[in-house]
């Protein structure tokens, strides 16, 4: 299969399609591109959104304490990674775009184009529709070879060169009301569990508990995990009328997905009761001397510095 394309007017394209009504595909752009209005700050209509305040006693780093990135750190013009948007969009590359600031599309001309309070840009249209080869959920690759037996564990031959055996289908991404992002999936975290779990008389009427985020001071899983890096810490929903555990200390390990905006447990360990520091006269066992090696106390930074 020859591929082969390119842009022009809309009367080009009918003369293109034409000429091979059996082979020609083509599209206007409004079908790969949605117009997109940016503000420095406040929602937009047709346009970006301001983050809602994580709830209950979440905090993360993220703008509205959120634990994932939101609008704010990904908006291209006027991210926040820096703290002041400001700082952001005077370092940009970019070169042509409308904006608030009169007729001048090229910012770079624009004095101090860091100025601009507002980009109106262009966005690709979604569902976006993908054609390609890959991997599948059970990391198989796609197009396999067969479709059983040690056939699917190998790649099509012709997959490098036969796009009728790629697979075609819409990008399946999921809106999140509150980080204002559209996500490839639910988030998934792992943590210690601060204090006690108290099971539910029913799932209708669900307890909270605190849990600490683990992450490790490396760019994959190097460096030292602990939950002292960034201070990070979510309120889990307790569905589960079975599920109770007691204190101990910076040893209970729980990963949580967030499920229709509730993190929701999916693993809790079941170490025995035990303290850090237990008074003289406690009934509890001290923890293992090893857990402080990567626990902290909320906020106090490595116990070991």
């Not at 490396?218 to 007691?246: K, M, R, W």
């Not at 809790?268 to 009934?283: A, F």
Request: hydrophobic letters at 30%; glycine letters at 12%; one cysteine or more.
């Amino acid at each position: 299969m020859a591929v082969y394309g390119g842009v022009g007017s809309l009367s080009e394209g009918s003369v293109f399609y034409n000429e091979n009504p059996s082979e020609a595909h083509t599209s206007s752009q409004e079908q790969i591109f949605s117009p997109i209005v940016v503000r420095k700050s406040g929602d937009a209509t047709m346009g970006l959104s301001q983050p809602a305040i994580s709830p209950g006693a979440t905090i993360g780093v993220f703008e509205g304490a959120h634990i994932g990135a939101t609008r704010s750190e990904l908006d291209p013009y006027f991210s926040s990674f820096f703290g002041d948007p400001t700082e952001w969009a005077e370092q940009i590359d970019f070169i042509h775009v409308a904006n608030d600031k009169g007729s001048e599309t090229n910012i770079r001309k624009i004095d101090g184009h860091d100025s601009i309070g507002v980009a109106r840009t262009t966005g690709l249209r979604g569902p976006i529709l993908l054609g390609g080869f890959g991997t599948d959920l059970a990391d198989k690759p796609v197009p396999s070879k067969g479709s059983s037996g040690d056939d699917v564990f190998e790649i099509l031959p012709e997959a490098p060169y036969d796009r009728s055996q790629w697979k075609y289908g819409p990008v399946d991404l999921k809106w999140d009301y509150e980080r204002k992002v559209w996500s490839g999936g639910p988030q998934i975290v792992g943590g210690v569990l601060v204090g006690e779990i108290e099971k539910p008389e029913t799932p209708c009427d669900p307890t909270t508990f605190i849990v600490e985020i683990y992450r490790y001071a490396d760019q994959t899983n190097g460096g030292t995990f602990s939950n002292c890096h960034q201070n990070e810490y979510i309120e889990v929903t307790n569905f589960d009328p079975s599920l109770e555990q007691a204190v101990a200390e910076g040893m209970v390990w729980v990963v949580a997905v967030r499920i229709n905006y509730d993190w929701v447990p999916i693993w809790v360990g079941c170490p025995d009761p035990c303290e850090i520091s237990p008074s003289y006269d406690s009934d509890v066992a001290q923890c293992p001397d090893g857990v402080t090696v990567c626990y902290c106390d909320q906020g106090e930074g490595f116990p070991e510095e």
